[in-house]
Nanobody, 125 residues
Framework: QVELVESGGGLVQAGGSLRLSCAAS????????MGWFRQAPGKERNFVAA????????YYANSVKGRFAISRDNAKNTVYLQMNSLKPEDTAVYYC??????????????????WGQGTQVTVSS
């Protein structure tokens, strides 16, 4: 099982960019599909993006499509979330998550068995 550590969060003005990183421990990272979720205060945790363990296919929530990009570097055991054209409504704690050889239902948090501690992203207007 992997352990996940997110980094790269911070405070940015609307229209700006941030890149989040999620570093994984262990030697089986390439066999995990990886997801990014976010949770704003008082709201449920929502799917943002996912990348599959095979072929690195990507999936996005409609709210971030065209602005965010997920990628992975298996040699570095790291998954990234490039966030552009940020909006105040993107403000949340962002979590990365790992799902062993998951190939469907990437938007369901229940399909992920390992989570990071989260990193705060704040977008000011």
């Amino acid at each position: 099982q992997v352990e996940l550590v997110e980094s790269g969060g911070g405070l940015v003005q609307a229209g700006g960019s941030l890149r989040l990183s999620c570093a994984a421990s262990g030697r089986t990272f390439s066999s995990y599909s990886m997801g990014w979720f976010r949770q704003a205060p008082g709201k449920e945790r929502n799917f943002v993006a996912a990348i599959t363990w095979s072929r690195s296919s990507t999936y996005y929530a409609n709210s971030v499509k065209g602005r965010f990009a997920i990628s992975r570097d298996n040699a570095k055991n790291t998954v990234y979330l490039q966030m552009n054209s940020l909006k105040p409504e993107d403000t949340a704690v962002y979590y990365c998550a790992a799902a062993w050889r998951q190939m469907y239902s990437f938007g369901d948090p229940a399909n992920y068995n390992t989570w990071g501690q989260g990193t705060q992203v704040t977008v000011s207007s």
